[in-house]
């Protein structure tokens, strides 16, 4: 059984950072190409950033140069470092694998960008 779990998330001012983890089990990240999106309230989720298995990264406009995606492979953990936040990045992050696949979507981690 697939679980994908995310953590990290919280409340944070503008211009502040956090650091979200994705813990894998039943599935090897490495051997997949993995992405953290996010759902902002009346909003589709979007594809945040995406590594993948060879480590090449990408990143939705919005986030460049902000975000950044890393893997841990000992540890089978996926982690997104967000700096400089902004409110309008208020949202629930999770994890999954790219393309994303129904049953793996975990409760994911909210994220507040607010003052």
């Known amino acids: 059984q697939v679980q994908l779990v995310e953590s990290g998330g919280g409340l944070v001012q503008p211009g502040g950072s956090l650091r979200l983890s994705c813990a894998a089990s039943g599935i090897r990240s490495p051997n997949n190409h993995m992405g953290w999106y996010r759902q902002a309230p009346g909003k589709q989720r979007e594809l945040v950033a995406a590594i993948s298995v060879i480590g090449s990264t990408e990143y939705a406009d919005s986030v460049k140069g902000r975000f950044t995606i890393s893997r841990d492979n000992a540890k089978n953990t996926v982690h997104l470092q967000m700096n400089s936040l902004k409110p309008e990045d208020t949202a629930v992050y999770y994890c999954?694998?790219?393309?994303?696949?129904?049953?793996?979507w975990g409760p994911g981690t909210q994220v507040t960008v607010s003052s």
């Open positions: 999954n694998i790219r393309p994303p696949w129904d049953a793996y």
